[in-house]
């Protein structure tokens, strides 16, 4: 198959989700691309256990997103050749088990319907096993998301200048895309403790609700959350 380039950020994920993800998703690629935003736990050194492709920056996130967000694809190019899949993944963002062992078989599909990336669907974890879905705000499973890109060596990539909540991919990265059945599970919201880390967060770095919605910052902490059991997309669930 075509080689797989795996993208992260990193800031302080020692003793969230990092050594989890880097375990999984080193089933996928061992070619994976890090910048540390200026950490001061040990997720550098459990990084480089995986990796050699390490980069450091020192707090852009709170600066500027985009430019992060950019340089992280600029490093992952540097190893990717003309059709390459370049995939970013926060470390927080897991796929499922299943989602791992048909992933190169949808590379492939994709390879044979001549898409140029991959599209799959994220889900809001609130705990391990349930999702948050409250309409309009919490919904990102409705809609097919563009994480896995075919690398175009002679294309010019641009990468708009949002502060904040700029996407993990250039701006015109999307072109055809194979619609898939990979499952993503996004962990940042799944305990009362990261829920309330994300709120510190966005009213440090966007008080006014700049570059986001502050309907939605707002109801991060909602008592009441709709939550609906995760389900698998493929037959063979464990």
Known sequence: MNNL????????????FLEKFLNNMSQLTNKIVIIDDGS??????????YTSNI??????????????????????IKLANNGDYILIQDCDE???KNSLQNF?????????????????????????????????YWQAHFNYLIWCVKYKKNYTYYFNNMKLHCGSLPINAYYCALPSKLQVQHMAYSTLELRQQKVKFYNELDPQAQWGIKEQYDSILDENPTLIDFKDNFEDTE
């Open 5 to 16: 380039i795996l993208g992260s950020l990193v800031y302080n994920e020692e003793h969230r």
């Open 40 to 49: 001061t736990d040990n997720s550098i050194s459990i990084c480089s256990k």
């Open 55 to 76: 980069t450091l920056t020192n707090r852009l996130m709170t600066k500027n997103e985009s430019l992060l967000r950019h340089k992280l694809w600029n490093e992952c």
């Open 94 to 96: 897991f796929y499922t």
């Open 104 to 136: 190169e078989k949808t590379i492939y599909i994709s390879e044979k319907l001549q898409a140029d990336s991959i599209a799959h669907v994220k889900y809001d974890m609130w705990n391990k096993t349930q999702y948050r879905e409250d309409p309009p």
